[in-house]
C-alpha cells in the first residue's frame, strides 16, 4: 500500500504515520515547514469512523508540502495565532463521503479548509500573500459559522487569485 511506501521512503514505522508523529527524517523532508504537519494536513474524522483509506500519493504529499511552504506557513507567521486545519488532503472515497465537489483540489492535496480566533483578518492577510488559487469562504447551511478553503495552484500553473463567497446572505 500507498502507507508502505511512505513508511519506507521516510525510513519510519507505519505508527508514527498513523499516529501523526513526525520523525527527523520526515521533518528533513517537510524542512520548510515551521507551523503545520502532514499529520494535521492527511487527518480525517470523516475516513477515521467510516473506516475509509485517506493514505496519499507522493505527489500528494509534495502538493502539500508547498501548500505549507507557501501559504500556510507564511500566513501562520503574519497571524501570530495559531491557525487550525479542519480538512486537508482528502481521497476519493472521504471527499465523497464529506460531500465535495468531484474535482475538489482537496483531493490533489493542493488545498486546505481552515479557522484562527480571528477570521477577518485571516482572510485580509491571505490576500496579502497573493499566491493561493482559491479563497473561498463557506460554511454549513443554518450556520454563522464559517471557514476558509484555500489552496494553491498546481504544480506549474500560476495562481488564479480567484475569491468566491459561499455564504448566505441574511
Known sequence: SVLVELAEYYDIEIRELLDGERSRIMNKEMKETKYF???????SETARSKGLDNTPSFDVVDNLNRLVTTILDPVRAVMGVPIKVNSGYRSQAVNKAVGGVKDSQHIQGLA???VCSDMKRLITVIKNN???DQLILEHCKGSTNYWVHVSIAPKGNKPRNQVISNLEKK
Do not use: P, Q, R
Open 130 to 132: 497573493g499566491k493561493y
Open 112 to 114: 486546505a479548509d481552515i
Open 37 to 43: 504537519t502532514l499529520y494535521e494536513l492527511l487527518h
